[in-house]
């Protein structure tokens, strides 16, 4: 189960302000964080190499190497190459550590043996070990597997990576709060809001009076203005997302009931929309600001989008509550080299080093 | 979960049934635990397959009235499993232009040939190479085993070097052709070849008589063309001249065989004519005894390794012959396979290959399993030698031997 960062960056806090050493601001936090993960997450398989060599024990509870797997098993993924071109299979973008690699064009799907170049040329010369689809061979170069025999070569599905991806980067998020004070922010972070910005006007004129304005509200699909008036002629499409519930105001000529448009300005930004998706206005028999196809088309552009606030959204350290005491102590060491205090860098290291020789030993 | 996968009726009649969907084109799926249909799409709809489409037990073909079935077969393997899809479609009667869907109410059959449902008959007394090397990477390699870390193709060079060794005297795995001697007495070694076993001619009652090899003749691996000095003569690219035909092999296949092995002919006992002495009659005398080797009337062979042929002898023309002969067990795909009683004889072959080239390896554990190979070999030679206790007794009632049992 990963830890909470919360609790790490309260923790944190209370053993540096209970001595009086200094306050570590978030983006402190957040960035000491990621590095401390990063070296607890490294030192899994160094230490996994080192259990191996040595006695063990497959007492539940007791195995150390049992345990190391599971502190890993969370990073473990199962992936189709990323592209394919011919027999060359590119790996999956978030692969840091190769596992192994299988060939699903073999019958039960058969591991890849990966060779070196050299040991690739060797092999090809002998009659007996032609690679085949039971006894497949690649050789793995700059991030791509070129794999042997490479008839049956067809789609990037052909090769399953097993791989370990890295961790997320731990964020301790926040938004401010009335006083100014940082108030943790428990929601995932997101990247794109899929709100649309109210009172801005896509059709982007100041020409023309108050005329007959119309609300409407877009859902997915088609939807058409629900006004008697114009119901005939004028339609809201909104194309290629899922969004739903905005608003806008129609601005036409009051007299005909028809274009040519005025404004079309967003009331209420609704949710789920993406860039691109596209708003459409028309019967197809009659144009909105001189378009001839008699339709007009509002593409929508990340402009048009209410912005991300970057200090929002928290993300947990994604290693094993296991290793929370190890996190806390390698942040505090850190902590003690930002706020310059030798002490605390003592300390930590020493309570480190303590816990080091006792899982070693 | 059994290693046996068909049912019953799968495995004895190697066909499967199907109900046409009444459109044009039928799609159907072989299932995936049978022996894999073979066609070859590049070829014509008529082409080379191990299979055949009956309706209502009437066999299709492209000609046949009124469906004029042709065919396709996609064979796809997606994440390990391999589906095959056999599609049959109608096509326009020639004459009329009219074509016929097959009714909902027929019976579409398909059905694998015999060659193919008689290998998956015996298919379950042997395991895959495939399956050895994938067992033996389960079961004998990893941490904290004999063998830490191995290359997956170490392995499988083990074990198909192991399939050849064993293939030349444990398995049973001897090859035998029936071939009709021409009148050229030459007959083209088989493609996978590697030794003979035995050679006989069968007579009319379908028994065996073996024909041995004869040292009384043999085969010249160059025939020079020479000069009246007796030198070797070139061709115009220097290479030397070589005849295509030898003079020994002409003289042995025109030789009177009686005339070597000793045999009389009838005259020699309907002859009362004491004082009819031709001078040959006076070299009677002269055979003291006989001379086993060439005293037997089967006929002879040589190998002709110039020509790649067996030779026989001119008293075996055009006659019926059984050729057994032992491959390595990797000609073919369908070859690569080990009787399941010499499997752990394999196992431990690939075990000591692997360790007896390993650096620093401790060398009693090298013995241990050179040892563990040897006594394994031995047992397997033992079961395919295929002794039984009453076959045996009862040869052995036949020399007036008894034995209790």
Partial sequence: ?361 | MGLIKQNSSQYYTGSQSYTPDGTNSNALTWPSVMTPLIWDAAATATSFNNYKVFINNVEQHPTLSPYYITQSLATTIVDGVQTQILTLTSTADPSTGVITPIPTNAILTVKLTNPSLWDNYKSYQYVNIKDIVNNFMVAYVGVDKIIPRVKRSEVIFHAKRGLQEFSYDTLRSVKSQELTIPPSLSLVLPQDYVNYVQLSWIDGLGVKHIIYPTTLTSNPSQVPLQDNNGLPMQDIYGNLAQSTQSLTNDRWRNADQTALNGQLDVNNFTDADVYNWGWWKMAYGQRFGLDPEVSQKNGWFTIDERRGVLAFSSDLANQLIILEYVSDGLAYDEDTHVPKLAEDALYTHIMYSILSTKANFPEYVVQRYKKERSAKLRNAKIRLSNIKLEEFTQVMRGKSKWIKH
């Fill in chain 1, 1 to 361: 189960m990963a830890i909470n960062v919360n609790t790490v960056y309260t923790t944190v806090l209370s053993i540096l302000n209970k001595e009086q050493r200094g306050y570590l601001t978030p983006d402190e936090f957040n960035k000491i964080a990621t590095q401390v993960q990063l070296e607890i997450f490294e030192k899994f398989f160094e230490d996994y190499n080192q259990y191996l060599r040595m006695p063990k024990t497959d007492v539940e509870f007791a195995s150390r190497v049992d345990h190391i797997l599971q502190e890993f098993q969370v990073f473990e993924e199962i992936e189709s190459a990323s592209a394919q071109t011919n027999n060359v299979y590119t790996q999956p973008t978030g692969l840091h550590r190769f596992g192994s690699a299988s060939w699903n064009k073999g019958v039960n799907s058969p591991p890849i043996e990966i060779l070196s170049n050299r040991d690739y040329n060797e092999m090809k010369l002998s009659p007996l070990l032609q690679p085949t689809n039971n006894f497949p061979v690649a050789k793995y170069q700059k991030d791509k597997l070129t794999v042997f025999p490479s008839e049956l070569a067809s789609d990037k599905t052909d090769v399953t990576f097993n791989y370990i991806r890295k961790p997320k980067d731990p964020r301790w998020g926040f938004t401010v709060g009335s006083l100014g004070q940082y108030i943790y922010d428990p929601n995932p972070p997101i990247t794109f809001t899929g709100v649309l910005k109210t009172n801005q006007d896509l059709f982007n004129t100041t020409t023309g009076g108050q005329n007959n304005l119309v609300n409407c509200s877009i859902a997915s699909g088609s939807s058409t203005i629900p006004n008697t008036d114009i119901t005939s002629f004028v339609q809201v499409t909104p194309t290629g997302g899922t969004g739903a519930s905005a608003d806008f105001t129609v601005d036409i000529d009051p007299n005909t009931g028809k274009g040519p448009l005025k404004s079309f300005t967003i009331t209420s930004g609704g949710s789920g929309f993406n860039i691109g998706d596209q708003i459409t206005l028309g019967d197809g028999n009659n144009s909105f600001a001189g378009s001839s196809s008699g339709v007009t088309v509002f593409t929508l552009q990340a402009s048009n989008f209410v912005a991300v606030v970057p200090s929002e959204g928290s993300v947990d350290f994604e290693i094993s509550d296991s290793q929370q005491n190890e996190v806390i102590l390698e942040i505090l060491k850190y902590a003690g080299v930002v706020i310059r205090d030798p002490s605390i860098i003592q300390a930590a290291s020493q309570e480190l080093a303590q816990e080091e020789n006792n899982n070693k030993r």
